[in-house]
Structures are given as structure tokens and as C-alpha cells.
């Protein structure tokens, strides 16, 4: 039988040993003000982000790619992108993750180097067909 609780505390960060404690700190901080896992949105769901400067929507395409727009230098129209995840404003993502309180990391067809977001504020999952 399934158990929601027993499931929930099996996938708890468990800290690294091998990881900085500001790290870990890091990823337990990014579990409590929560998130999206984008392998568990279904295709053609829209996600809206506000970050702090920005409202973003993205429509899932499937395998880590959305079409995106809300920014007026590189993404003004819907822009089809490869969303990498979500960062803590330095070299270290957590991969295929949306975040609050995190940047939202994507790879645009157009520019060489990923765009990084300022810091996610709100993450709304709407149009959902549901899984």
C-alpha cells in the first residue's frame, strides 16, 4: 500500500559528507522553500515564474525544453529553450529543477553563454493536462 508520509521521508536530502556544509545548506534551503522537478510536469503544461525583475511563462515541449518568454532581450516572443535548472547565483546548478528563492538557469539558441534569471519569487503551475 502506498504511504504519502513513509514515501515523503524517503526522498529527504540526506547531507553529503563529500559536500561543503553551505552546500548542503544550499540544497536542504532549496527542498523547504520548494520547487519543481521538470520531469514531473506534463508536456504542454505551463509553468509561471516570477523572479525578481521578471514574469516568465514556459509551455513544456518535453526533454528539458520549453518555449519561453517574458524578457525583453532574450525572450520578448516565445523562444523555444533548453532549461538546464536552477542555480544559487553561482557555478553550481541543481539540475532539471525549478526553484524558489534559486535562478533559473536555460540554454538559448541565439547566445553562447546560459542566461541566468534573477532569484525565482513564485512558481505557479497552471494549464495542466493532467498526468
Given at each position: 500500500?502506498?504511504?504519502?508520509?513513509?514515501?515523503?521521508?524517503?526522498?529527504?536530502?540526506?547531507?553529503?559528507?563529500?559536500?561543503?556544509?553551505?552546500?548542503n545548506?544550499?540544497?536542504?534551503?532549496?527542498e523547504?522553500?520548494?520547487?519543481?522537478?521538470?520531469?514531473?510536469?506534463?508536456?504542454?503544461?505551463?509553468?509561471?515564474?516570477?523572479?525578481?525583475?521578471?514574469?516568465?511563462?514556459?509551455?513544456h515541449?518535453?526533454?528539458?525544453?520549453?518555449?519561453?518568454?517574458?524578457?525583453?532581450?532574450?525572450?520578448?516572443?516565445?523562444?523555444?529553450?533548453?532549461?538546464?535548472?536552477?542555480?544559487?547565483?553561482?557555478?553550481?546548478?541543481?539540475?532539471?529543477?525549478?526553484?524558489?528563492?534559486?535562478?533559473?538557469?536555460?540554454?538559448?539558441?541565439?547566445?553562447?553563454?546560459?542566461?541566468?534569471?534573477?532569484?525565482?519569487?513564485?512558481?505557479?503551475?497552471?494549464?495542466?493536462?493532467?498526468?
Amino acid at each position: 500500500m502506498y504511504d504519502p508520509v513513509e514515501n515523503s521521508a524517503q526522498k529527504l536530502f540526506r547531507p553529503n559528507p563529500h559536500l561543503s556544509d553551505s552546500i548542503n545548506s544550499n540544497i536542504v534551503q532549496s527542498e523547504v522553500e520548494g520547487g519543481v522537478y521538470l520531469k514531473d510536469i506534463p508536456l504542454e503544461s505551463t509553468l509561471e515564474i516570477e523572479t525578481q525583475n521578471r514574469f516568465y511563462t514556459l509551455v513544456h515541449r518535453g526533454n528539458g525544453q520549453f518555449m519561453i518568454c517574458g524578457h525583453p532581450k532574450f525572450c520578448p516572443e516565445p523562444t523555444l529553450v533548453t532549461v538546464s535548472g536552477s542555480n544559487w547565483g553561482g557555478s553550481m546548478l541543481k539540475k532539471a529543477y525549478v526553484g524558489r528563492g534559486m535562478h533559473l538557469e536555460f540554454l538559448h539558441p541565439s547566445f553562447e553563454r546560459p542566461i541566468v534569471t534573477s532569484r525565482i519569487i513564485e512558481i505557479r503551475l497552471v494549464g495542466c493536462t493532467a498526468a
